[in-house]
């Protein structure tokens, strides 16, 4: 029996599964764990081999090939934990017969979908979406994409017809607070290319992300009692302040898309005698970041001499790197997948991510891993919706390129 990938996708948004940035722990939150243990179970109950769960959490299980060539490995991985930006309790999916117009969730009438706001809407005039009632994210990001593998799963080992190569599954936790990938074991997961279902619109696919820094600037400045302060004081507050003014607007998160660099101050913390202001440093090529860091380095120079007493310090540290040049190394990784999408009857598109994956973070680890699509939208608050439709295509898709990956080794 095929259960749909609806079904699964309805009992997976049941289980709240926030994770947090606070915490010290790893998972960050155990009731991640409540969906990873059941995704163990289920994984079992289908008949995968070396079905595991690690100390971290990390779920792992394999498919044998069942063709003669030696085809790669392939992996498909997708995260259990949903955005700490709205709650994930006790979520009630909306299932609606999408006919057009704006939708008004009935837990909380002040959300709205907008058609306006979503020109995916269209696209799913006559079909399923899902919706959360309005007072929680939906999770679609990414339980949509831990049922889209699931349903492939099953439909592969019920049609032995399928070939594929050997196939790998890993759902891992605390993606959404950057630390998805912190303990994967590349090695125990044994792929040789691997890809997130972790996209959103059916046909968008995902090769390349920001290269990105982060950058602290420090001011040291001299306190001393307000009263008695004249010509002593140094308030490093003032000195940051001249700083701020002169970061480049044109160059921020708020006035930039696409493929547009940002230089982004989203930390202060200060008192007189020291205040930090940390930025993001995001572009797509990796050379700007280096642009980036002149930008600074000119903008102190301008203002030491203000504050001449004030000393000022800029520390960069590496976050993560655009994926893009690790992909370029075997453009089967990506050319597999263009290929899987057209045969699903969808038009592929490659779209930049504004951010990081974990495909980004293991594509560096050395595991080439673009992004599929999977149908949802709006992540992270109480719009998200998801296509029945887009999800269905997300199956096929995964389904052609295990197929794809097979055809063509010979
Ligand atoms: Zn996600």
Redesign the pocket.
Known sequence: MNESVLDRFLRYVKIDTQSSEESTSYPSTSKQLDLLNLLVKELKALNLKDVRIDKYGYVMASLPSNVKQAVPAVGFIA?VDTSSSASGENVKAQIIQYKGGDITLPGDPSVVIKESENPELKNNIGKTIITSDGTTLLGA??KA?IAIIMTAVQAIMNNPNIPHGPVKIGFTPD??IGAGTKYFDLKAFGADAAYTV?GDTAGELNKETFSADSATITVHGRNIHPGSAKNIMVNSIRAMADIIVRTPKNMAPETTEGYEPYIHPHVLKGEEEKTTLNFLFRDFETSGLVKQKIILEKIIEEVKPLHPKAKIELEIKESYRNMREGLEKDPRVTDYLWEATKRSGLEPKWVPIRGG?DGSRLTAMGLPCPNIFTGGKN?HGKTEWASLWGMEKSVETVLNLIQVWAEKTK
């Open positions: 995260h990001d990414n994409g993606e959404e972790d994956t992540f």
